[in-house]
């Protein structure tokens, strides 16, 4: 099957197509001459039949004629008791019957006998039916033998004909499957040589071709359109991404060179508490550099199977912020249970504290509540300028940082919302931003997590039985 896997999947298609057609045909035609050569067979038979009976009706009214009357091409012999011919039709044999004893008990019994034409001096075959007519001394055979000649060349007239017509019908099927197969691939075609145009290291001119109708090739280019789109979407954001993160990487390493080119320059040691500054902004900003890239790869490596008390986290961070330019108070008192990991809601929480603190005016507020019994609320809530409603969704975006941001940040990237969106989306939650009238309100809505009633003590139940 080498040369059909060569083949284009145009000539393939047509090929099985026409080979298909080809065996229908065939098999059609097959039973069209099956059918023919029955039915023709069974109306000689009746034909050969219906004259038995006319001369044996003959026979018992005692009218029947020495010479019978020519009916057709049959030939029609009467035999008495003895097999001797009382009666034929004109040019027939009238010494030997058609039939010998044999057959004609065969007859007799309702058979169609078949005998050589040989025996008439005819071309082919006969077909010889029988009726008995009369009673008594009276009694006759009436023998009608019909040739088959003229069936047979009806017969092969129409296989001739088919023998022709059908090669040249199906060779016109192949040219129309051809062109119309054609038609339908021309689309596909279509969509190759669009991505063909395409490049991975440049913009691509304009979406593939999308062909008319609701069909598959018509899902097929919508769905590569789609595709291509995110391509193009990730790929600018990873370009961004990658100019944005070499941008903010710089900064901290110029600033470690400088210093540490400095004190070499003056002999001394360099100062020990701006390098660790630089570096551990330098650590942290590959952290979370490293975390959005493995988010985007989908395996943020986070254990979402633990109990998380969100009240609890919420303290640990506002005693971890003692002693920020404001005041960071955790307002919740009972426990608030959501699933997930740990370290990543203690992240969460440290990163929404942390540009809280950065942006309030007198205080931060962590709160935590229970919404019901599907979900859990995490909101910090600041006294700062706050975020226009335009720009509430463009600062989830990595690197983004607005103008008043970039004015009085203290080291941060753009990055902390980034990561925030990240992580209440891997713990199936949602982060959203709006007015504290004045500052900023930042609500964490995430599933709740349902504890399992314990099991009643054996003792306690056998109690209440009693």
């Not at 099927?173 to 040589?193: D, F, K, Q, S, T």
């Not at 590569?224 to 710089?250: P, T």
């Not at 320059?265 to 551990?280: F, I, K, M, N, Y």
């Amino acid at each position: 099957m080498r040369w059909f896997r060569r083949l284009s999947l145009r000539a393939r298609l047509t090929f099985i197509g026409t080979g298909g057609l080809a065996i229908a045909l065939a098999i059609g035609g097959l039973l069209i001459l099956l059918v023919l050569n029955y039915t023709v067979i069974r109306s000689v038979d009746q034909n050969s039949r219906q004259t038995a009976r006319e001369v044996g009706a003959l026979v018992e009214t005692g009218t029947l004629p020495r010479t019978i009357p020519s009916a057709g091409t049959s030939i029609v012999q009467v035999l008495d008791d003895d097999r001797r011919i009382s009666a034929a039709t004109a040019g027939a044999d009238e010494l030997t019957p058609v039939l010998d004893e044999d057959e004609l008990d065969r007859a007799q019994n309702g058979d169609t006998v078949v005998v050589s034409g040989r025996r008439v001096g005819a071309a082919g075959t006969l077909r010889v039916v029988e009726r008995t007519a009369g009673e008594g001394e009276k009694r006759r055979y009436v023998i009608v033998a019909t040739p088959t000649k003229i069936v047979q060349q009806s017969i092969d007239t129409v296989r001739n004909v088919l023998l022709v017509a059908y090669p040249l019908l199906l060779a016109g099927l192949a040219v129309l499957a051809w062109r119309v197969i054609g038609a339908a691939l021309r689309p596909v075609e279509e969509l190759r040589l669009g991505a063909e145009q395409i490049s991975a290291r440049s913009n691509r001119a304009g979406p593939l071709p999308v062909p008319d109708g609701d069909d598959e090739v018509h899902r097929l280019a919508v769905t590569l359109n789609d595709m291509l789109d995110r391509l193009d979407a990730g790929r600018a954001r990873q370009r961004a991404f990658v100019a944005d993160a070499a941008h903010e990487l710089r900064s901290p390493i110029a600033s470690l060179r400088t210093q540490l080119e400095v004190a070499d320059r003056l002999d001394e040691p360099a100062p020990a508490a701006d390098l660790l500054t630089d570096v551990t902004r330098l650590s942290r900003l590959v952290d979370d550099l490293l975390l959005l890239a493995r988010a985007d790869e989908g395996d943020p490596a986070l254990r979402l199977d633990e109990a998380v008390d969100l009240t609890e986290v919420a303290r640990d961070a506002a005693t971890s912020h003692v002693g920020a330019r404001v005041a960071v108070t955790a307002d919740g008192t009972e426990p608030v249970h959501t699933i997930g990991d740990p370290v990543s809601m203690r992240r969460v929480i440290d990163n929404l504290v942390g540009n809280a603190v950065r942006h309030a005016s007198t205080a931060v507020h962590i709160q935590t509540a229970q919404d019901d019994d599907e979900t859990v609320r995490l909101s910090v809530v600041d006294d700062g300028p706050g975020i226009p409603a335009a720009d509430r969704e463009r600062v989830f975006d990595r690197f983004t940082r607005l103008d008043n941001a970039r004015a009085r940040d203290e080291g941060g990237a753009g990055l902390g919302l980034a990561i925030v969106r990240e992580l209440v989306r891997q713990h199936s939650g949602t982060v959203t931003l709006g007015d504290a009238d004045p500052g900023l309100r930042v609500d964490v809505v995430l599933p709740a997590h349902r504890r399992k009633e314990p099991a009643p003590a054996e003792s306690e139940t056998e109690v209440g039985a009693s």
